[in-house]
């Protein structure tokens, strides 16, 4: 039906050209009385159109099935006897010399690629699933982009926040960059994904940035961009660029995979309103084990605001921060992994991981910052389910950050070791295709710095129910609350909607 | 004196050897470490899972991926499918993007170059397929269509035929000792194919242009194979959700142009189906599409079946 809908349009575009040329200003209401009913008795002619070729199509449809029901009764019939008949001549079967060519090629899908041995069995065998040789109809699509794919997949991931916050400046209570930050409207994370194969032995992926700042300015960040090994041995695989430390599992994801429309406080406070990330690499090896388990070390540089318990120009805890030099490998931030998976009957999978972050920090002399992280996600979901419903998710992470803050002699701040810590638990319940509702709950707490009443240290409390509706997998409306409740600012209340769309090649899901 | 300790050294390691270490190993070690001598092969959905075990015999230790009765587009790409594709000797995938939606991740971490797309254990099962519905061009506004056509092919007896071929010569180039063998039963599984196609056509012949409604294209090879009409869907396109005004639509349709059955895969909601079949007069019939089961014959039983609860649904119907 593509080229009659095509005409639909382009046909009264036409019509409305002439007019314009031929008539006078004045008669432009007349003019667009007449270009109407020119459109509407065009549009009749065109419906009427499409009536016969829908017939005409069925017929056609019709008879191709007659044709295929009696090519392969006939090819049927004779392939218990008749040595002359097509059947005889069947795919790839006859001897290993005649099967090895057909994988020669194996990953064509296409069969005018497809090695001589494929070919000849499609075309030899009468039915082939729809006959390359049937005449063309104009509801057959043509097939300009078969099979066709690029040498990357291109992706555009918009999220645009609104909502109203009882806190006039949202950035206060909102930890994470990519959370909505402001009154009215937000545009956190767009993401521009580039993701391919570079050659038989790597894979790389860049994303790009963009969102405003509470002044409405534009930024771009490079948030990651690495390149990963595909054919190591050992069951090893090297990644190295930027990219976001496997530390946990929500410092993984990027703002379209979350669940909720902001990150975590815990995630927030010990790794950063950016995210624990910065230029490095990482080696994980694969265990040769019956469930899986992955074992996983990354070095990253320590300083910058993406290495934020680290060595970071912003102060934490009330202590100036001297960034300096590195000056050995010891100051580099170090992040293992151990993630282990499981099973539990059919319809439950666990996954669960240990991760740590060292490094030293900008606070003074030989400080050091340890993060301890453990993370468990635990998902049901019955055998049979329609379009991935129902299902019931549980995650829980917890994080604790051992800080080495150094000496102010000018604040009368004492060397010493400060400890702060968290957790968030959320379960995420998709009862029926499209709809899924998600509860969370957060505290975090610790010792204060400098000062007790400091909101970064302060004990928080938040609970944050939503409401997600997902028109398709490419897209998703999401209402959420937040009662927050801060030792240092008192109950807060925040109703956040968001959007977000995709754009582009489908990056698959991960678990 | 310096002996004596490594003899101690010695006892207590072998004790511990024959203990609790032992058994810790052993749970350890890669379950299905034992038929080295067999091909591990991994396919993505048990449909080409069965064809693997029509042609691959007890020559080879076939997994499926996605389980019988569960929705091929949205598997959960479980972290333990990682350590199934890393022992993979061969996977067999449908190549027309069913899998899309979970597989390419899981295969880039498994770290296993003899299955990467391009290596000689890597089979699309679509290979030499004319597939229906190529879009002429991608356009998400039409649903989620796939590059390479209509991915639900595997419905269809001559395809499976095909993809029987193309699963054979992978096996072969993942163990050239046993090419006679696959080939052989290739054969005997195309040929009883070929006899079965006939019986079933035959089967159908009667209720030849019946009109069908789906609830989404999975069936339209099945459809054309056997001579059923689908009349429409209740995805409006391919993977968008049914919307009600389409549906009364589609009632409006069913009705006009007598549609005996309304059709749904197994895994799928009920509720749209039920309002539509009720509403328009036509019979529900709720299919598995996917055999269930590790039988040599999982395949050709899974179309018996089909077509017997399409048949005795025709029959049940007042003439």
């Given at each position: 039906?593509?080229?009659?809908?095509?005409?639909?349009?382009?046909?009264?575009?036409?019509?409305?050209?002439?007019?314009?040329?031929?008539?006078?200003?004045?008669?432009?209401?007349?003019?667009?009385?007449?270009?109407?009913?020119?459109?509407?008795?065009?549009?009749?002619?065109?419906?009427?159109?499409?009536?016969?070729?829908?017939?005409?199509?069925?017929?056609?449809?019709?008879?191709?099935?007659?044709?295929?029901?009696?090519?392969?009764?006939?090819?049927?019939?004779?392939?218990?006897?008749?040595?002359?008949?097509?059947?005889?001549?069947?795919?790839?079967?006859?001897?290993?010399?005649?099967?090895?060519?057909?994988?020669?090629?194996?990953?064509?899908?296409?069969?005018?690629?497809?090695?001589?041995?494929?070919?000849?069995?499609?075309?030899?065998?009468?039915?082939?699933?729809?006959?390359?040789?049937?005449?063309?109809?104009?509801?057959?699509?043509?097939?300009?982009?078969?099979?066709?794919?690029?040498?990357?997949?291109?992706?555009?991931?918009?999220?645009?926040?609104?909502?109203?916050?009882?806190?006039?400046?949202?950035?206060?209570?909102?930890?994470?960059?990519?959370?909505?930050?402001?009154?009215?409207?937000?545009?956190?994370?767009?993401?521009?994904?580039?993701?391919?194969?570079?050659?038989?032995?790597?894979?790389?992926?860049?994303?790009?940035?963009?969102?405003?700042?509470?002044?409405?300015?534009?930024?771009?960040?490079?948030?990651?961009?690495?390149?990963?090994?595909?054919?190591?041995?050992?069951?090893?695989?090297?990644?190295?660029?930027?990219?976001?430390?496997?530390?946990?599992?929500?410092?993984?994801?990027?703002?379209?995979?979350?669940?909720?429309?902001?990150?975590?406080?815990?995630?927030?406070?010990?790794?950063?309103?950016?995210?624990?990330?910065?230029?490095?690499?990482?080696?994980?090896?694969?265990?040769?084990?019956?469930?899986?388990?992955?074992?996983?070390?990354?070095?990253?540089?320590?300083?910058?605001?993406?290495?934020?318990?680290?060595?970071?120009?912003?102060?934490?805890?009330?202590?100036?921060?001297?960034?300096?030099?590195?000056?050995?490998?010891?100051?580099?931030?170090?992040?293992?992994?151990?993630?282990?998976?499981?099973?539990?009957g059919d319809e439950h999978t666990v996954l669960a991981g240990v991760s740590g972050a060292f490094g030293?920090?900008?606070?003074?002399?030989?400080?050091?910052?340890?993060?301890?992280?453990?993370?468990?996600?635990?998902?049901?979901?019955?055998?049979?389910?329609?379009?991935?419903?129902?299902?019931?998710?549980?995650?829980?992470?917890?994080?604790?950050?051992?800080?080495?803050?150094?000496?102010?002699?000018?604040?009368?701040?004492?060397?010493?070791?400060?400890?702060?810590?968290?957790?968030?638990?959320?379960?995420?319940?998709?009862?029926?295709?499209?709809?899924?509702?998600?509860?969370?709950?957060?505290?975090?707490?610790?010792?204060?710095?400098?000062?007790?009443?400091?909101?970064?240290t302060a004990r928080r409390v938040r609970i944050s129910p939503n409401l997600t509706f997902h028109p398709t997998e490419f897209s998703k409306v999401?209402?959420?609350?937040?009662?927050?409740?801060?030792?240092?600012?008192?109950?807060?209340?925040?109703?956040?909607?968001?959007?977000?769309?995709?754009?582009?090649?489908?990056?698959?899901?991960?678990? | 004196?310096?002996?004596?300790?490594?003899?101690?050294?010695?006892?207590?390691?072998?004790?511990?050897?024959?203990?609790?270490?032992?058994?810790?190993?052993?749970?350890?070690?890669?379950?299905?470490?034992?038929?080295?001598?067999?091909?591990?092969?991994?396919?993505?959905?048990?449909?080409?899972?069965?064809?693997?075990?029509?042609?691959?015999?007890?020559?080879?230790?076939?997994?499926?991926?996605?389980?019988?009765?569960?929705?091929?587009?949205?598997?959960?790409?479980?972290?333990?499918?990682?350590?199934?594709?890393?022992?993979?000797?061969?996977?067999?995938?449908?190549?027309?993007?069913?899998?899309?939606?979970?597989?390419?991740?899981?295969?880039?971490?498994?770290?296993?170059?003899?299955?990467?797309?391009?290596?000689?254990?890597?089979?699309?099962?679509?290979?030499?397929?004319?597939?229906?519905?190529?879009?002429?061009?991608?356009?998400?506004?039409?649903?989620?269509?796939?590059?390479?056509?209509?991915?639900?092919?595997?419905?269809?007896?001559?395809?499976?035929?095909?993809?029987?071929?193309?699963?054979?010569?992978?096996?072969?180039?993942?163990?050239?000792?046993?090419?006679?063998?696959?080939?052989?039963?290739?054969?005997?599984?195309?040929?009883?194919?070929?006899?079965?196609?006939?019986?079933?056509?035959?089967?159908?012949?009667?209720?030849?242009?019946?009109?069908?409604?789906?609830?989404?294209?999975?069936?339209?090879?099945?459809?054309?194979?056997?001579?059923?009409?689908?009349?429409?869907?209740?995805?409006?396109?391919?993977?968008?959700?049914?919307?009600?005004?389409?549906?009364?639509?589609?009632?409006?349709?069913?009705?006009?142009?007598?549609?005996?059955?309304?059709?749904?895969?197994?895994?799928?909601?009920?509720?749209?189906?039920?309002?539509?079949?009720?509403?328009?007069?036509?019979?529900?019939?709720?299919?598995?599409?996917?055999?269930?089961?590790?039988?040599?014959?999982?395949?050709?039983?899974?179309?018996?079946?089909?077509?017997?609860?399409?048949?005795?649904?025709?029959?049940?119907?007042?003439?």
């Open positions: 039906m593509q080229p009659a809908f095509r005409g639909r349009w382009g046909a009264p575009a036409l019509t409305a050209f002439t007019l314009t040329m031929t008539t006078p200003l004045e008669a432009a209401a007349q003019t667009n009385q007449e270009l109407l009913r020119a459109m509407r008795s065009m549009e009749q002619r065109i419906l009427q159109l499409e009536h016969k070729v829908r017939t005409q199509d069925e017929l056609i449809e019709t008879l191709r099935n007659t044709e295929d029901t009696e090519g392969a009764a006939r090819a049927a019939g004779s392939a218990s006897g008749d040595p002359a008949s097509p059947a005889t001549v069947q795919p790839a079967s006859a001897s290993p010399a005649t099967v090895q060519p057909a994988s020669a090629s194996p990953a064509t899908v296409q069969p005018a690629s497809a090695s001589p041995a494929t070919v000849q069995a499609a075309s030899a065998w009468p039915a082939t699933v729809q006959p390359a040789s049937a005449p063309w109809s104009p509801s057959q699509p043509i097939p300009l982009l078969s099979g066709s794919r690029g040498y990357l997949n291109l992706s555009l991931v918009g999220i645009v926040d609104a909502g109203w916050s009882t806190r006039r400046d949202p950035t206060r209570i909102q930890l994470g960059d990519h959370d909505p930050i402001r009154r009215g409207f937000s545009l956190p994370s767009e993401e521009l994904v580039l993701e391919g194969a570079v050659d038989p032995y790597f894979r790389a992926a860049a994303s790009i940035v963009f969102h405003l700042d509470e002044h409405n300015q534009t930024e771009v960040e490079l948030e990651e961009l690495f390149l990963v090994t595909t054919s190591l041995p050992w069951n090893l695989q090297l990644k190295a660029g930027q990219f976001l430390a496997e530390f946990g599992r929500v410092n993984q994801q990027h703002p379209h995979a979350w669940d909720f429309v902001d990150v975590p406080l815990i995630a927030g406070r010990v790794l950063g309103p950016e995210g624990l990330r910065n230029p490095g690499a990482r080696l994980s090896y694969l265990l040769p084990t019956p469930f899986y388990a992955e074992l996983a070390l990354a070095v990253h540089n320590s300083e910058g605001g993406k290495a934020y318990s680290f060595r970071n120009e912003e102060a934490l805890f009330g202590r100036d921060a001297d960034v300096g030099d590195p000056h050995s490998a010891g100051d580099l931030l170090y992040v293992p992994r151990l993630a282990s998976s499981f099973e539990v030293p920090n900008a606070s003074g002399h030989d400080t050091d910052t340890q993060i301890y992280g453990f993370d468990l996600y635990w998902k049901w979901k019955p055998v049979s389910h329609d379009g991935g419903f129902p299902f019931l998710a549980w995650q829980t992470e917890a994080m604790v950050r051992r800080y080495e803050a150094g000496q102010v002699v000018d604040l009368g701040l004492p060397r010493q070791t400060l400890e702060d810590y968290g957790v968030y638990s959320q379960i995420v319940y998709g009862p029926a295709r499209r709809w899924v509702t998600a509860l969370r709950g957060e505290w975090v707490d610790g010792d204060h710095g400098a000062s007790p009443s400091d909101e970064s999401r209402l959420q609350y937040n009662y927050d409740h801060s030792a240092a600012l008192e109950s807060d209340h925040s109703l956040w909607l968001q959007t977000e769309f995709l754009l582009g090649a489908h990056a698959a899901h991960r678990f | 004196m310096r002996g004596v300790t490594i003899a101690k050294t010695n006892s207590l390691l072998a004790r511990l050897a024959r203990g609790p270490l032992l058994t810790l190993l052993l749970a350890l070690a890669p379950a299905d470490a034992s038929p080295a001598d067999r091909p591990r092969v991994v396919a993505t959905t048990p449909d080409l899972a069965a064809i693997v075990r029509a042609v691959g015999g007890d020559a080879v230790a076939v997994t499926s991926l996605a389980r019988a009765g569960e929705d091929p587009h949205f598997v959960d790409p479980r972290p333990s499918f990682v350590s199934t594709l890393n022992r993979a000797d061969v996977l067999v995938e449908g190549g027309a993007s069913l899998e899309s939606g979970w597989l390419a991740p899981l295969v880039q971490n498994a770290r296993n170059a003899r299955i990467v797309p391009g290596a000689p254990g890597y089979v699309a099962a679509a290979t030499g397929l004319t597939l229906r519905d190529v879009p002429a061009s991608l356009d998400r506004a039409m649903g989620d269509v796939h590059p390479q056509g209509n991915p639900h092919f595997m419905l269809d007896p001559v395809a499976a035929r095909q993809v029987a071929a193309n699963i054979a010569a992978g096996l072969c180039a993942a163990d050239h000792s046993r090419c006679g063998e696959h080939s052989a039963r290739l054969k005997s599984f195309q040929t009883d194919l070929d006899a079965r196609l006939s019986a079933w056509q035959a089967r159908l012949a009667p209720w030849k242009g019946t009109r069908i409604v789906t609830y989404h294209n999975g069936l339209d090879y099945f459809a054309a194979r056997f001579g059923l009409v689908v009349a429409g869907t209740l995805e409006p396109k391919p993977g968008i959700a049914p919307p009600p005004a389409h549906l009364t639509g589609l009632v409006a349709t069913m009705r006009a142009q007598g549609v005996a059955l309304v059709v749904v895969e197994s895994y799928r909601e009920r509720r749209n189906p039920d309002f539509v079949a009720q509403s328009s007069g036509a019979t529900l019939v709720s299919l598995s599409t996917m055999p269930d089961g590790d039988g040599a014959n999982a395949y050709t039983e899974l179309l018996e079946e089909m077509i017997a609860s399409i048949v005795t649904a025709l029959e049940r119907r007042p003439k």
